[in-house]
């Protein structure tokens, strides 16, 4: 079975909102980090944000005032809700869990992983 569902995504213009959900079993859920990563056409994976398990949140410089992220815990569920959408945000939008939200995110500290949704806004 798939640890992490990823689901919201789709296709909206500039300056459109989406909002992304993430679905994960409770022991996943609980992992000291969870955190948005997107890769877009030609490019590396990066982390978009991400959530310590103390409620702290970190958002990369692009995204930052745009995205925001929360959780649900009774339901187990992770968003971005993404507004003002630009063209730069287009891509795959990956969960991942792991256990610390390093100084530096990096994709090798991720244990957990959705399949990703997609995300275009043209």
């Known amino acids: 079975h798939v640890q992490l569902v990823e689901s919201g995504g789709g296709s909206v213009q500039p300056g459109g909102s989406l909002r992304l959900s993430c679905e994960a079993s409770?022991?996943?859920?609980?992992?000291?980090?969870m955190a948005w990563f997107r890769q877009g056409p030609g490019k590396e994976r990066e982390w978009v944000s991400a959530l310590r398990s103390d409620g702290s949140t970190r958002y990369r410089d692009s995204v930052k005032g745009r995205f925001t992220i929360s959780k649900d815990t009774a339901k187990n569920l992770f968003y971005v809700q993404m507004n003002s959408l630009k063209p730069e945000d287009t891509g795959m939008y990956y969960c991942?869990?792991?256990?610390?939200?390093?100084?530096?995110?990096?994709?090798?500290?991720?244990?957990?992983w959705g399949q990703g949704t997609q995300v275009t806004v043209s």
């Open positions: 991942a869990a792991g256990p610390y939200c390093y100084t530096k995110l990096s994709v090798r500290n991720f244990t957990y």
């Open positions: 409770g022991y996943i859920f609980r992992s000291s980090c």
